[in-house]
């Protein structure tokens, strides 16, 4: 009797995200860089065109493609989208200035953060944004709850 099929393949979230970009494989180069991906795949029509691509960053997979039109669109670099991708890292630091040495937009500087991480947000020259993080504090709800209205309190003077 064989195993059955697994809903989720092996490795992979149940969420995954997709992204679209201008020109996939200058993106690859630039994700193998900035945050150590590895390409898993990379299938490129006649063309040239990247039609599917896959990256792995630490344990996660992340699917590419190149734009098609009538399909999907990349984001336009300058213009805030409305989805990014959170990626906690080992030494965000580092990460952070390689992502804005290799051209990303700083969109909010690298800071402790009140609910214990070290946190800041990116725009990579694709135009995907990312919020690169690394836990530095584990936080107790009661402190959190402190915390976070003392930072609405700041934010909303």
Known sequence: MSNPVRAIPEGYHSVTPYLTCKNTAQAIEYYKSVFGAKETVCMKGPDGKVGHAEIK?????????????????????????????????????????????????????LDNQFWGDRYGKITDPFGHQWGLAQHVEDVAPEEMKRRSQEYAAKMAK
């Open 57 to 109: 960053i630490s344990d996660s997979h992340i699917m590419l493609a190149d734009e098609f039109p009538g399909m999907n669109a990349a984001p336009t670099p300058g213009v805030k989208n409305a989805c990014g991708i959170f990626l906690y890292v080992e030494n965000v630091d580092d990460v952070f200035k390689r992502a804005v040495a290799a051209g990303a937009h700083v969109d909010m500087p």
